[in-house]
């Protein structure tokens, strides 16, 4: 999320598009609401411009016995009623949440205020109850329904109902529910007051916006693109606020890591992992008129919207945070509190405004006075290895203000008690110990300050390159297929003697026969590495050769920049040999600071002589001739026997014992169907080097009697 300058420390602060190398120092800056969409805060609000500065004053209470709480309330004497898992109603007041009423199994889904006490409704048991001032309860109605999500007044004490999982709107009244609408949705999920006696809903399936009237009339307010209407609210300027999510913002137990006590169906819970592509939208309606979205949510889930004289208010998760929208893409950020969402909003006579978490449960309580002293943790930081961290800055004014910066650092995300401890800044610059991961967090207290911006910056360590997989293919048999491929596109190289070579090493699936070398051929061998920078430093290599049992090595490539090479072994004496590659990042990096590592092949044969034919001998037959021999080498093994007659083609003649795998070989053939007279017989010989050695003499075939 933090963007990152890279500048060329070697010039004059140029910037490069490239990525930065181990020499190069650079800089996280966080200028943008993007930038905070990790970050927590409290008492610090981030503006719809990526400008810090101090907001609603912030308080929070655990509520320890709820893990999920799906509603709150305000209640005429000031305290706060929180709905949660375990069929529990908690209650706040100055003194803290503490227990309240249970009413039994299932979950509280949803709460309304009610004269001095509550409506509630449950699930899975669909039961709407009446809460005394006292905790007394009496049952409202049994809806029939499975969950009833949502409440609202419907005047002369009735009340909607927003129920499923058949997507049912009731209205309870008289000790009944009865059903005004049967929708084509599998739940309808959230639902306001019209300020009329009617309601708005909302469903999960569709992701319609229904809206019912006082006498019953029936319309579509909105069909939005989403599949889940997750929260409405009305506005100061009169205009409906719909907030519509493309994945289902809540999970069946056993989906969401919850308790398996129950049937899973019947126990949802707030999605805790991560959703890939979720998506949350708020859209402005203004009914039978327009609609539009005007905000799209940093965090894929927005479970409560609330409206009020100083905009709309949205709570996300699975960042559980407030913002307040303002007519930007990105709205104002009010809090980033650490718990896992953000589900319930209310907001009390004196403009207090109260926000429930759930993973684990707490209440929030902002404003409506500002913040005297407010901070912002980042999120963390991730050089990717290890780095050395320079300055902290902020930019912008203190205006009678104080401003504090603070950093720790540490090699885990997210951060444990192996970071650093929080260091402060005296001023505006300081060092934090060398790790993977950074992070700082801003302090403000009194006046009016603005912080534009956060500077950080650091430095990659300088990590040694790695060198794998040496390997030199053996004279005249290409690279075998695995994992360390051949380069399939021509590579081109002039050898010391100045000759210009182009070669390529296809892989095959198997062995391949060796074939008597072209003599351009004959001596060259190559070989193939892998090498890799942790730190994406370019790279060039050192290629150096010594014989088995010689400490010496002979470099025989300089400053390569291809991980193959090929080199001419002629002038070398046949024998084993070891190869080295050495690779260096010097070219990414300051003098001095460059690092050098190496890796050895396995030793291989050199053998640039060929074989020998120690004994050859032919003796004509009728119509036919008799051939036997014998052949040696004095390094490798001979891997093929050849016999060709005249001006014939090679034909390839089995050993004695069938198997070409020894340095000495016998063989013997008959070969038929020639004509009378005079022939040539030639044998030749091939090691596994690729050398050849030829043999030919004349023979002549007897005429039949």
């Not at 040696?632 to 014939?648: H, T």
Request: net charge negative; hydrophobic share 35%.
């Amino acid at each position: 999320m933090f963007r990152t300058l890279w500048k060329v420390m070697m010039g004059a602060g140029l910037l490069l598009a490239a990525p930065a190398a181990a020499v190069e120092t650079q800089l996280w800056i966080s200028d943008s609401p993007a930038d905070y969409a990790k970050a927590d805060a409290n008492g610090v609000v981030v503006g719809s411009d990526g400008v810090l500065g101090l907001g609603p004053r912030t308080a929070s209470s655990p509520a320890e016995s709820l893990s999920v709480i799906w509603s709150i309330a305000v209640m005429s004497d000031g305290s706060v009623a929180l709905a949660g898992d375990g069929g529990r109603i908690d209650r706040w007041t100055e003194r803290g949440v503490r227990p309240w009423i249970k009413l039994g199994g299932g979950q509280v889904l949803s709460l309304a205020a009610d004269g001095d006490g509550l409506v509630a409704g449950t699930g899975p048991e669909g039961r709407v109850y009446r809460i005394s001032a006292k905790g007394d309860t009496t049952l409202l109605a049994k809806t029939g329904e499975r969950y009833v999500w949502g409440l609202a007044p419907a005047g002369s004490g009735t009340w909607w109902a927003a129920t499923g999982t058949r997507g049912r709107l009731m209205k309870v009244s008289s000790g009944k529910a009865t059903t005004v609408l049967d929708t084509d949705e599998s739940n309808l999920v959230s639902i306001v007051s019209d300020g009329r006696g009617g309601c708005y809903a909302g469903g999960d399936s569709k992701g319609r916006v229904l809206h019912v009237s006082a006498n019953g009339t029936t319309t579509t307010t909105y069909d939005a693109a989403e599949d889940e209407v997750r929260a409405l609210a009305l506005g100061a300027d009169g205009a409906l606020y719909a907030a519509g999510l493309t994945a289902s913002a809540t999970a069946t137990t056993s989906e969401a890591g919850g308790d398996d006590d129950d049937t899973p169906s019947q126990r949802p819970q707030p999605v805790r992992s991560a959703v890939a592509g979720g998506r949350a939208t708020v859209y402005r309606i203004v009914p039978d008129s327009s609609a539009a979205a005007v905000w799209i949510s940093p965090h894929p889930f927005v479970f409560a919207l609330l409206g009020g004289p100083d905009g709309v208010l949205a709570a996300t998760g699975n960042r559980a945070a407030v913002f307040r929208l303002d007519g930007t893409a990105y709205g104002s950020q009010w809090l980033s509190a650490p718990q896992g969402q953000i589900t319930a909003l209310a907001r009390d006579r004196r403009g207090r405004v109260y926000a429930a978490t759930s993973n684990p449960g707490a209440l929030w309580r902002l404003g409506p006075e500002k913040a005297d002293r407010g901070e912002l943790v980042s999120g963390s930081q991730d050089a990717r290895r290890f780095a050395r961290f320079g300055s902290v800055r902020w930019r912008g004014e203190a205006r009678g203000g104080n401003v504090s910066l603070e950093t720790r650092s540490g090699n885990t995300d997210p951060p444990d008690t192996t970071w650093s401890p929080w260091r402060a800044l005296a001023d505006q610059g300081s060092r934090s110990p060398s790790a993977r991961y950074f992070q700082w967090k801003i302090k403000m207290a009194g006046g009016n300050p603005r912080v534009d911006a956060v500077e950080v910056a650091w430095r990659e360590q300088n990590v040694p390159p790695r060198v794998e997989e040496v390997t030199v293919a053996p004279q005249g048999v290409g690279f075998r297929e695995g994992d360390l491929q051949p380069r399939a596109e021509p590579v081109t190289q002039t050898l010391p003697s100045g000759q210009r070579v182009e070669y390529s090493v296809p892989g095959t699936a198997a062995g391949r026969s060796v074939k008597l070398l072209p003599e351009w051929a004959r001596g060259l061998r190559t070989l193939q590495w892998r090498g890799s920078d942790p730190n994406g430093d370019p790279l060039v290599y050192q290629v150096e050769l010594r014989a088995e049992g010689d400490n010496n090595w002979s470099s025989i490539g300089e400053d390569v920049e291809a991980t193959s090479f090929t080199w001419d072994t002629r002038n070398l004496p046949d024998g084993r040999y070891r190869i080295r590659v050495r690779a260096s990042d010097a070219p990414g990096n300051a003098v001095g600071e460059e690092m050098v590592s190496e890796a050895t092949s396995e030793p291989f044969t050199v053998d640039n002589t060929p074989p020998e034919v120690t004994a050859f001998e032919v003796r004509a037959e009728a119509r036919s001739v008799a051939m036997s021999g014998r052949a040696q080498d004095g390094q490798s093994i001979l891997v093929r026997v050849d016999v060709a007659v005249d001006e014939d083609e090679w034909r390839e003649v089995a050993p004695q014992g069938g198997l070409a795998d020894d340095r000495t070989l016998s063989f013997q053939a008959r070969l038929p169907n020639l004509d009378p007279g005079e022939h040539t017989v030639a044998v030749r010989v091939v090691d596994q080097a690729g050398n050849g050695a030829t043999q030919a003499k004349r023979v002549t075939v007897p005429r039949n009697r």
